[in-house]
């Protein structure tokens, strides 16, 4: 009776860990690519090379910034493009950059804010933050007065700083998961 019941418990301990197992896949297969959950994401390399860019419309989306619905952000342009899964811009808005840019790559929005006081003391919101260089955490913010972060700053600062109307179409587009596609 005692090897029935050895073998009873091992049978039941296999398919829990197997059960465990399949339902770890489950969940890792319905996580948004690129997010781990955590403010510090890492990027998932791309290019250094800057994106092709329409020469007659500046505004345009670039090439090489990747298919379905995104956030693509040009470090190179300051500018942002709210990109709906049909690959049509919803938007485009010009962003005034903290000190500290991201590495081009692609993210996930990873946390969000309602409202805040932001590195360099100044109220903000719709705070959308995507990853951090060091022990900088970078996002997209704007200040309740509408003021552009400080030129000259000896703060590190990752605040990506939009209009307050653009703030509230980023807040509405880049919820929990959202991809950030970050270009030159």
Known sequence: MASSSAGFVAGLTAVAVVTVGFLTYQAAAT?????????????????????PRDKKNPTALPGGSGTGERVVYSVDDDRVWLVA????V??????????????????AVTSRSKAVTGTDGTPIEHVVRF??????????????????P????TVKTGGI???RKDGDAMWVFATIGQRIVVIR
Do not use: Q
Not at 85 to 88: E, V
Not at 96 to 105: A, C, K, L, N, R
């Open 85 to 88: 899964a049909t690959g049509r």
């Open 161 to 163: 700083r939009e209009s």
């Open 90 to 107: 919803e938007r485009t808005f010009m962003v005034t950059p903290g000190s500290v840019d991201p590495v081009p790559g692609s993210y």
């Open 31 to 51: 996580v948004p690519a690129g997010f781990s959950g955590d403010a510090r994401a890492s990027a998932s390399p791309t290019t250094a090379a800057k994106a």
């Open 150 to 153: 400080p030129i000259e700053t």
């Open 131 to 148: 990853t951090s260089v060091g022990e900088v955490v970078i996002g997209f913010s704007a200040a309740v007065d509408n003021a552009p």
